[in-house]
């Protein structure tokens, strides 16, 4: 049977198409239609079930590419850590809410000594937590979970357990990671032992600084090993992310023998400028968006945006950012609509090779849908299709 949501506003990947319906076969979109041509279709097409989307946006569902949320749900509290699987059903009930209908996970992999504070991130947990991705995959499930693999590359333990992970097809995204403090995010040290210590809940200097030694002398994966790495990965067809870039030299680096597509978070303009010359997509956190600034201090957003030098947005650690940001850049006469929604869908599609299938209203594509309407220039999501199936539908009452 086929599925019509009518009477809505289609957001295209580069205009608008009001007083619209988008009929669904299974689990594509077979049709976009003016509401005037609509009867016809029904003549010809026999019985349908509808949506009536009035007053509302019919959009594609966002594709989140980088997001450590899960790990919060799991470890709400230092001492708390929940069931993985009631976690993970859990989020996904949320990120309907929030109109995300595939998320990437990114997880990392860190040097053990440096994950003791968070258990989620010790490495039989982080195991646990892929293996549940892929069963959620292949079973029952809301969203579409995907493995965002966050290599840190002083986690030399990791290493062989990664490549093992990649030859299963377990990850779907590799990042390389260097959140050594000096350099990447963590340039500015002054800022960087303003978080540790608030973090920690002291104002020792001795203690920051025994803590910089040791985190400075850490051995680290050496080029070759990355190259290698890397190159396995490619060959899976999996997409390569550099992580924090802050020079020209690094970015030419990991382009150049690392092959990376993408660059998220960079750390000046002057990188993200040199990394879209490259080819690269450049990836900036929503949240960033919101506070109109980085919570580490390095490029906001905002401003990366308003050069055209940001290609995705990601969640990195908010899912409700990502739908809240593109509206804020419209309700603040920043962008048109279809160009903010391309950025945390059509363009997160081609950053990772699935645009044939997602990323936009288009006929032949999935039917990964939204109808989203605005309250006080606030997104309320009404409907979540997925596979052209309603996944979610949200009553929004008065009294």
Do not use: W
């Amino acid at each position: 049977m086929h599925r019509c949501i009518f009477n809505g506003t289609v957001v295209t990947e580069d205009r608008l198409l009001p007083y619209h319906a988008v009929i669904l076969n299974d689990d594509r979109i077979e049709a976009i239609l003016p509401m005037l041509e609509l009867e016809t279709f029904e003549t010809n097409n026999g019985d349908m079930d509808y949506f009536d989307a009035r007053g509302s946006y019919i959009m594609p569902g966002i594709i989140d590419v980088h997001s450590d949320y899960i790990e919060n749900v799991i470890q709400p509290r230092p001492q708390s850590l929940m069931d993985f699987e009631m976690s993970l059903r859990e989020a996904e009930k949320q990120l309907l809410g929030h109109g995300i209908t595939t998320m990437y996970h990114s997880l990392s992999l860190m040097n053990t000594s440096m994950a003791l504070k968070a258990a989620v991130r010790q490495p039989h947990n982080v195991s646990r937590l892929v293996e549940l991705i892929r069963v959620f995959h292949e079973g029952r499930h809301l969203v579409r979970h995907r493995f965002h693999a966050r290599y840190e590359i002083d986690n030399l333990d990791g290493y062989e357990h990664l490549i093992t992970m990649i030859e299963a097809g377990d990850v779907h995204l590799l990042s390389l990671m260097d959140h050594t403090p000096g350099q990447g995010q963590y340039r500015d040290l002054t800022k960087y032992a303003e978080n540790f210590k608030a973090n920690r809940g002291t104002d020792s200097d001795e203690e920051f600084e025994k803590y910089l030694e040791m985190r400075v002398s850490q051995p680290r994966a050496t080029h070759e090993m990355l190259v290698n790495l890397t190159k396995l990965a490619k060959a899976k067809g999996i997409v390569i992310a550099s992580h924090d870039d802050d020079s020209l030299d690094k970015l030419h680096l990991v382009h150049r023998d690392l092959e990376a597509d993408i660059s998220e978070f960079p750390i000046t303009m002057e990188v993200a400028a040199e990394a879209q010359r490259l080819g690269l997509k450049v990836v900036m956190g929503a949240p960033n968006v919101l506070m109109g600034k980085s919570h580490s201090g390095n490029l906001s957003a905002c401003d990366a945006l308003f050069a055209g030098l940001v290609d995705v947005l990601c969640s990195d650690y908010y899912p409700a950012a990502l739908l809240n940001a593109v509206f804020k850049l419209v309700n603040d006469n920043l962008f048109e609509l279809p160009q903010a929604v391309r950025l945390v869908t059509l363009h997160p599609a081609q950053a990772l090779d699935i645009a044939a299938d997602f990323g936009s209203v288009v006929v032949g594509k999935k039917a990964d849908l939204l109808v989203v309407s605005q309250l006080n220039q606030r997104p309320l999501v009404h409907k979540v299709f997925i596979d052209g199936k309603a996944s979610a539908q949200y009553q929004y009452r008065v009294g």
